[in-house]
């Protein structure tokens, strides 16, 4: 099978890269973050999360970054959605997708969201209802895919199982999330067929944390499935590998090399997205966590 | 084709990871190093290099190093050799495999050693002869096989030249090096075959260094072509990727954890070789560059 001509890229750095660093990031810094992610060619960019900021209070201005930043045509502005409540706050800023989300491990969605998978997939139901009836679109995060910091590594038909739930609820596509980063290329491949048994191939994506460095193996390995859309962040953010408990997310930069070094279309200008990623890294104080843009911009001096 | 059911692994770390650390590393330090390698199960070590010390002052106590090390059955130990001279030098210590070198770029060839590659490869015709004639292994390294700091991208007929050469002059075995770490998986895949056409599969292995990120995908796209011999550091030792000019080589905890995942024997033990790669950071000063490393080293506490 021919790799995919071109790659959608979704930048969740913003989201999923920002809520996960310690320090608190200034709302006019996640703006610029971006913009400038927005002129180095993002199309897709997961921006915030309509959580109560009683637990995450790093996305607390997720209002002011919506209302603040600028929305070019051709640019897709996703945000996550823990319920209807959060559905409602969000509706104003008009959202071009939302995100809901269910863990593939029993253990984690009782730990964490103190219900059962299929509880907390019923639980979004309303919300997919109210997004469709607004022509917002709608996507559904499969987490702890490959591996769960309680049960351990994860049987693909779990996976198979939230994405026939998640189907069953009206959400058209379907992200599985190696969130902790233990997942090795075939084990994705079999996490990725088991969502495929529920998502036509343009309706399933791979997000993978790189925090055991098997991030860019694994999006080939889907590549060589077909799969063609990828979440990353910027800088890898997610929090410094150096940290206890912190995972970051795949650096766009380093995945964006790979896929322009196979031939694949992103449509993003690699220097630009360097310069994205050097720009938050600074705000954050300290270095990169992408290999690609550390070398790039080394090259630079 | 299924993947390779096991991989024999060439640690390198002592050698193209040390060498290329900025601050000088005592002898004994060196030695433990190996032993902890050879307790996590490693039998393949490239241990030293006989080049001249004023070239490269950090291998200055080769013959220290081949003396003072244990050397258990099932081990094999190999050293770089520039010249005649140098396996001369190694002799007395006999090396159970030498390895020679030759660049895949005309322009590096003569900016560095100031020949051209065919001059450079017909010059260690004598210590191929005279290492064969002392039955010990020969191995030849193509470096900068995928892109070169003055020529970019590198045509993998280039890289099948120098095989050709290799061949010739009696080398059994080549490594096909990408030492910038400019490599994507199909360009790797390129590579090695050009390397293939001169080479049986079982005696072409592959090199990659993590300077953007792409060693575990080129690994990965390698083990699909049946490719089940590479290098690796551990700790990704080869310097820091902050510091100008560093360019680590792949992680072995990295490489064994994905190898591990795909169910491929290594014959390592990944907790020790962990160990191993905390052991050697600490003495350099700085973090581990292996994420599998950090990670695994952060669930313990």
Redesign the interface.
């Known amino acids: 099978m021919p790799?995919p001509a071109r790659v959608r890229l979704v930048e969740v750095g913003p989201r999923d890269g920002l809520q996960n660093e310690p320090q608190p990031v200034p709302t006019a810094v996640k703006i610029e973050l971006v913009h400038r992610l927005q002129a180095a060619g993002a199309r897709d960019i997961e921006v915030t999360s309509f959580v109560s900021p009683h637990w995450v209070p790093q996305m607390a201005d997720n209002a002011q970054v919506m209302a603040g930043m600028e929305r070019p045509a051709g640019v897709r502005h996703a945000v996550l959605i823990p319920n209807l409540r959060g559905f409602e706050r969000a509706l104003p800023y008009r959202p071009d997708e939302v995100v809901v989300f269910g863990a593939a491990s029993e253990t984690f969605s009782q730990k964490n969201i103190n219900c059962s998978v299929a509880q907390s997939i019923e639980r979004f139901a309303p919300v997919v209802q109210a997004a469709r009836a607004e022509g917002i679109a709608v996507r559904g995060a499969i987490s702890c895919a490959l591996g769960c910091p309680y049960e351990g590594a994860i049987d693909p038909a779990q996976v198979g199982e939230v994405a026939g739930r998640m189907k069953a609820i009206g959400v058209q596509h379907v992200g599985v999330a190696d969130t902790i980063?233990v997942?090795?290329?075939?084990?994705v491949q079999r996490a990725l067929e088991a969502a495929l048994r529920h998502f036509d191939l343009d309706d399933v994506s791979g997000h993978f944390h790189?925090?055991?460095?098997?991030a860019?193996?694994n999006?080939?390995?889907a590549l060589e499935m077909g799969i063609w859309q990828f979440d990353a962040a910027v800088a890898g953010l997610g929090g410094c590998?150096?940290a206890?408990?912190a995972?970051g997310n795949v650096?766009t930069e380093?995945l964006v090399?790979?896929l322009h070094?196979?031939?694949i279309d992103t449509g993003i200008d690699l220097d630009a997205l360097v310069d994205a990623g050097l720009y938050i890294s600074q705000c954050l104080g300290r270095?990169s966590q992408?290999?690609?843009g550390?070398?790039i911009a080394?090259k630079r001096?």
């Open positions: 790799l980063g997942g090795t290329p075939r084990a790189d925090t055991y460095g098997q860019l193996a999006t080939y390995a590998p150096y206890k408990g995972t650096a380093d090399y790979m070094g196979l031939g270095p992408s290999r690609a550390t070398a080394r001096t």
